[in-house]
């Protein structure tokens, strides 16, 4: 499949059929499996069986779904989780211990934050942000025991960019595991590990599942940490269910369609909000007028399922925009067919200081719009008749 273009790859991966012979992809649920005799499964045990031998471990929809995302991102081995924040946990758990320093990028997802101002300092593991692309940051961050460089890009809620390439380059000359969440973009639109980054993370339960159904997580890259990663998770037990595995395989046969109109909405309404005279600013990566175009068309494939805008006004606007919303829903999730707005100020982001908040340029008036697959013409009615009333 390593010839296959990524949409092929996505559709065609498969485990071997049962004796029905379906089409579709069997259904494992089961906990564990059996053998033979003593002597198959004392060499199942001992590794030297290519066998499954306990969910917990492995189960053939896990190894479908993870084997297919691996093909997809180009990485040699990956692990799939509950959630997406159990491979955020346990990847930095599985590769740090007790005085390890990680750098990562200031803007983050909110509970990756709380890991690493939380619980990590616990065990005397410490993080320093970094700003986007301000080189002298990032220089002086580095310390003698600085070991893992964390990204995501584009970052959530703000919609800023990072340049894959020079990241890992900067991870390469100080010799740090380089970590990419490839959440917003997913492998269809952006694939890090060409540009040089060791891991891939992601919470599946976004755009991979794209249909708000499931929650999961994925953990790919090279074989020696995802070994480490393995190690750590089978024992400590954050694995992705059979029955979630086999939802998210069969997501992937549709990413890149559903990507491609994802992309397609968001530009539009992008464009279309740009010239609303309620509206201060609109940020979405394939817009011209995002400060980071030219890193977006070098890394990215097209513009992703997010934007961001900010509206005119005082702190209370933001509020009074949602609640003028009709069709859109008002929920914490994005990446679904449904087209989701939100408050990152009020909400995802409320716990950050007001400090932290204004670093990372979450403002009372920041709208983070997650666009879905409805008609376009009909999301855009939904948002302008929000705006006109407020
Ligand atoms: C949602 C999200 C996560 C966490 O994933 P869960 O599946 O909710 O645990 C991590 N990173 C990013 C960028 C996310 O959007």
Request: charged share 20%; net charge negative.
């Amino acid at each position: 499949m390593k010839d296959k273009k990524i949409e092929t790859q996505a559709i065609r991966h498969q485990i071997e059929t049962t004796h029905a012979k379906e089409h579709a992809s069997p259904l494992f649920l089961t906990s564990s499996f059996t053998y033979e005799s003593a002597e198959e499964m004392r060499a199942a045990f001992a590794g030297e069986l290519d066998r499954n031998i306990y969910s917990r471990f492995s189960n053939p929809n896990f190894d479908e779904f993870i084997t297919k995302l691996c093909l997809m991102e180009g990485a040699e081995a990956g692990y799939a989780f509950a959630t997406g924040m159990s491979a955020v946990f346990s990847t930095f758990a599985a590769l740090t211990q007790s005085g390890d320093h990680i750098i990562s990028s200031r803007s983050i997802f909110g509970s990756t934050h709380s890991v690493f101002t939380k619980v990590f300092p616990k065990w005397n593991i410490q993080t320093t942000y970094v700003d986007l692309n301000e080189t002298e940051t990032w220089e002086q961050a580095i310390q003698g025991n600085s070991k893992l460089l964390y990204i995501e890009t584009p970052t959530n809620p703000g919609i800023d960019l990072i340049d894959l390439a020079w990241a890992a380059d900067f991870a390469k000359k100080h010799g740090l595991i380089f970590i990419v969440d490839n959440c917003f973009a997913t492998p269809y639109l952006q694939q890090p590990m060409a540009f040089g980054a060791d891991l891939v993370i992601h919470s599946a339960t976004k755009f991979i599942d794209g249909q708000g159904r499931v929650l999961g997580g994925a953990t790919v890259g090279h074989k020696n940490l995802i070994d480490e990663i393995y190690a750590f998770s089978r024992s400590t037990g954050p694995a992705l269910s059979p029955f979630n595995a086999w939802i998210l395989s069969k997501s992937l046969e549709t990413l890149a369609v559903r990507m491609d109109r994802h992309s397609e909405n968001a530009l539009k309404i992008s464009e279309h909000l740009s010239s609303n005279p309620k509206i201060a600013w609109v940020k979405y990566p394939f817009l011209p007028s995002h400060p980071q175009y030219e890193i977006a068309k070098k890394q990215m494939k097209a513009g992703g399922g997010v934007f961001a805008f900010g509206i005119k006004g005082d702190a209370t606007q933001g509020q009074h925009f949602l609640d003028a919303i009709e069709m859109c829903s008002l929920t914490a999730n994005l990446g679904d067919t449904r087209t989701i707005v939100s408050h990152p100020y009020s909400t995802t982001h409320a716990k950050l200081s007001e400090e932290e908040k204004e670093k990372v340029g979450i403002s009372p008036e920041l709208i983070r719009v997650s666009v879905g697959l409805e008609h376009v013409d009909d999301i855009v009615s939904d948002l302008e008749k929000a705006l006109k009333s407020i």
